[in-house]
């Protein structure tokens, strides 16, 4: 099996640096775009399954992936992203000033990251292990999962193995960017990693909020 993961493209709050967790907003056209092209490199793949997040953000972005293709897009609350509680909604620069301390934790030391009425790292680890698991149980060749920043850390960690204390030294892929593992014998591994050949970017295009 193929597992190839993205994550949604470009958001209005993307571009306004505003933190959206559990929160949506729409895709800009440049999102659109991205999304477009990302399903034109992905035409001549035959998905059996489309998983994605339940957001609006990751959801709309897997349907122009799919375009015209007759692929059943099924949702799971696995694999939204984390909820930043009552970060969500706020600027990024207003949190570092706000909440300096708890804003140097959630960079910096997962372990210790507990977001006020929000979601811990751990407890994002917990679900997207269930995902895995249950992805492992099918016998798909070729599935495709749409997810969010934060998530696909947690994705990637799991996958390679990594511990939590770990976590913060993974990047946050911009989005559309493709990943792609293999899963051979109950053992998965990336053939690819943070694929953007089908974009025509900068680096100031990378939103990674």
Not at 80 to 105: Q, V
Not at 161 to 170: D, H, N, T, V
Request: hydrophobic share 40%.
């Amino acid at each position: 099996m193929k597992v190839y993961i993205t994550r949604h493209g470009t958001t209005e709050w993307n571009i306004k640096r505003i933190l959206q967790g559990w929160g949506d907003s729409n895709l800009t056209e440049d999102g659109i775009m991205r999304a477009i092209k990302l399903g034109e490199k992905l035409q001549n793949v035959k998905f059996d399954m489309i998983y994605s997040s339940p957001q609006n953000r990751a959801l709309e972005t897997a349907k122009l992936i799919r375009g015209n293709r007759n692929i059943k897009i099924e949702t799971t609350v696995n694999i939204r992203e984390l909820g930043f509680g009552i970060w969500e909604g706020m600027c990024i620069d207003d949190i570092a000033n706000k909440y300096p301390e708890e804003f140097s934790i959630y960079n910096n030391d997962p372990v210790r990251f507990v977001p006020m009425k929000g979601e811990s790292y751990e407890e994002l680890f917990k679900r997207i292990n269930i995902f895995i698991d249950e992805i492992k149980s099918k016998k798909y060749e070729n599935i495709l999962v749409v997810t969010h920043g934060v998530t696909i850390k947690a994705l990637i960690a799991n996958i390679k193995g990594l511990p939590l204390e770990e976590f913060s030294k993974l990047p946050v892929y911009t989005g559309t960017a493709l990943n792609i593992v293999e899963l051979k014998e109950d053992k998965m591994e990336f053939i690819v990693e943070n694929d953007v050949s089908h974009l025509d970017i900068q680096e100031f295009d990378l939103y990674r909020w």
